[in-house]
DNA sequence: CTGAAAGCGCTTACAG
DNA sequence: CTGAAAGCGCTTACAG
């Protein structure tokens, strides 16, 4: 076989290897005549740049790598479509890795990508992340990064967001203007930045509204998943008879809490209202449909994956890169698990 | 900032780059003493080797192209999940683009694969793909390929399936077990093989329980989403009253199914009984939880990537390798749709 | 308009 | 045990 070169190319034409670089990357200083014998042939050899070539001399890598939670989760899977669409059609290719809410691991991805010499990175932190360092070092390492989703507040960088105590408020204000006089919260884990404003929102929305808060109906999420939904809900069910309203942390918790209300034959939302979080498009299908937050992950996706190619543009020049946040809007999607 | 290179490293050893280098990759004929500096030097300086630089030597990426029709999907998202893990595990990064169903983008991104120099590449075509002609690009062009999934039988090369045709079989025999007398089937494109396949055991399936097959009863999803899913069943239910029984060619179809007669009172299965494909999570929680065939995702990625690597390495090795396909075993899940 | 030359940062066969 | 040298395949500043 033997893969073509520039090389090959200069032979057979028996011109020089400048010329012939020059010619497929369209530099004016080259002869038409030249430039069309070129092309002809390396086409007719299906040539293709040796991209670790063009990298150690360019030391750019068209690449750029993608840390996240988890891939099988929909709001996630959704951002990766996003972020490796818009990526393609801008010339990068993404490298994904999985922390699986691991510290070390995530640490690990970052040593792995940074070996790589990605342009930049795109990442959403674990929910055990607390040590930074491995954050610290990318930047230090003068590589591009743009944190989405989970992130840091005490890491300097650009990032894309949700304004996640707004929608807890919303979501909370909700409930409460649907009636509901004792509303519990099943929150996500206790580190991330993201559950902990939801909460915030959740406990401030109770307090513009007179409503008592109650420690004793918030119950936190540790999988955040449908059976922890489930769970709770027969705990709310068994020994807090009087809650008429549940924020969940996220659809998927929802729709264990609605599974189980189905189950044991309590009205949903006569009886009680639900409302979730990040409208996954289950929760627009089941029965009763959940209520929830709007969270646009496609969007967080593309906005993330821009900021980042801005940042190395500039970095590539040269020239100062101000880090940006970007707030994405929610929006409150009434179904019926909270109707009236 | 500026990178640390090996010369740097020799520079202030005094010492040669050759000796900085052998003594990293732990060679044999460098002193201990040597050794011992050059690695505490290195890990002060926290040297990283320049990957653009090896892979130009050493002619390879330590990194694989992924391409499938769609991450937003439970199915491949899982098989994702294992090929990106798996993949880590043995020094590999993978690079991960969608077809989105376009047999257009599917050629391009081969083509961007292969300029990308990746060491091999793994892939489930596009709906819509008839022409192969990129994927014996990558044959030629001496790239290991290894298909899973969604495959075509026109390709020599290894790949990683169920037995579709089997699973479908086994699915509509289930429901004739299940004292169903007139089962519809709402099956996939007409392109690809494994809705070929499974439409094939459906088929044969009826003729060896001497069920009459009927044309009119089989709807192809186009989109293989829930809203077909769910109109195909109002056609079956509005125009073909008899039917008993239904075979959908995934879960999320299935769903679909489940939804509509849920909302017009049919009682599943005591009217109809249902029976999806693939084992989703949701199958399992909806009400009543959907009968399947569980299709092993993750099991799928892990043996895919693990065949890609060994033929990667014999590759490397200029050892010939045999293509195999691995048929991976389905189980049938019975669940309230089904019921007696 | 063309091309010789340097250099990106490694690895490794070879000589000593 | 150490190191000089070649070379992977490009790109680009520079000379002509």
């Known amino acids: 076989m033997g893969e073509v070169t520039l090389k090959q190319i200069a032979l057979e034409l028996g011109i020089s290897i400048t010329t012939v670089s020059k010619a497929l990357k369209n530099y004016k200083d080259v002869s038409p005549k030249t430039k069309a014998a070129v092309i002809k042939l390396a086409e007719k050899l299906n040539y293709r740049p040796n991209s670790f070539a063009v990298n150690l001399r360019t030391k750019e890598s068209k690449t750029i790598g993608l840390i996240i939670p988890e891939i099988v989760h929909h709001f996630f899977s959704n951002i990766v479509n996003a972020i490796?669409?818009?990526?393609?059609?801008?010339?990068?290719?993404?490298?994904?890795l999985q922390s699986n809410e691991s510290e070390e691991l995530e640490k690990k991805q970052i040593d792995l990508l940074l070996s790589k010499r990605v342009d930049g990175i795109l990442m959403s932190l674990s929910n055990n992340t607390t040590n930074l360092d491995h954050l610290k070092k990318v930047i230090?390492?003068?590589?591009?990064?743009?944190?989405?989703?989970?992130i840091s507040k005490l890491i300097d960088c650009s990032k894309v967001i949700i304004d996640d105590r707004n929608a807890g408020y919303a979501a909370?204000?909700?409930?409460?203007?649907?009636?509901?006089?004792?509303i519990a919260h099943f929150r996500g884990p206790l580190n991330p930045q993201n559950s902990i404003d939801r909460f915030l929102g959740y406990k401030k929305a109770l307090e513009d509204y007179n409503m008592k808060f109650d420690r004793s109906i918030v119950f936190t999420c540790e999988k955040v998943n449908f059976d922890e939904g489930y769970n709770f809900a027969?705990?709310?069910?068994?020994?807090?008879?009087?809650?008429?309203?549940?924020?969940?942390?996220?659809?998927?918790?929802?729709?264990?809490?609605?599974?189980?209300f189905n189950e044991v034959g309590v009205k949903i939302p006569d009886q009680i209202a639900i409302i979730g979080f990040s409208n996954w498009f289950m929760a627009s299908v089941i029965t009763p449909s959940l209520s929830t937050i709007d969270q646009p992950g496609f969007e967080m996706g593309k906005k993330a994956l821009k900021l980042l190619l801005k940042e190395i543009k500039a970095h590539k020049k040269g020239k100062e890169f101000k880090?940006?946040?970007?707030?994405?809007?929610?929006?409150?999607?009434?179904?019926?698990?909270?109707?009236f």
Do not use: M, Q, W
């Open 84 to 96: 490796i669409e818009e990526a393609e059609k801008k010339g990068y290719l993404v490298i994904i």
């Open 140 to 150: 230090a390492n003068n590589t591009p990064l743009v944190l989405f989703d989970k």
């Open 172 to 182: 909370t204000e909700h409930l409460i203007k649907c009636g509901c006089k004792k």
């Open 234 to 260: 027969k705990k709310i069910y068994t020994e807090h008879k009087d809650v008429d309203g549940i924020f969940a942390i996220t659809d998927l918790v929802g729709i264990g809490v609605v599974a189980y």
């Open 323 to 339: 880090y940006k946040t970007i707030v994405l809007s929610t929006k409150l999607i009434e179904r019926k698990s909270t109707a």
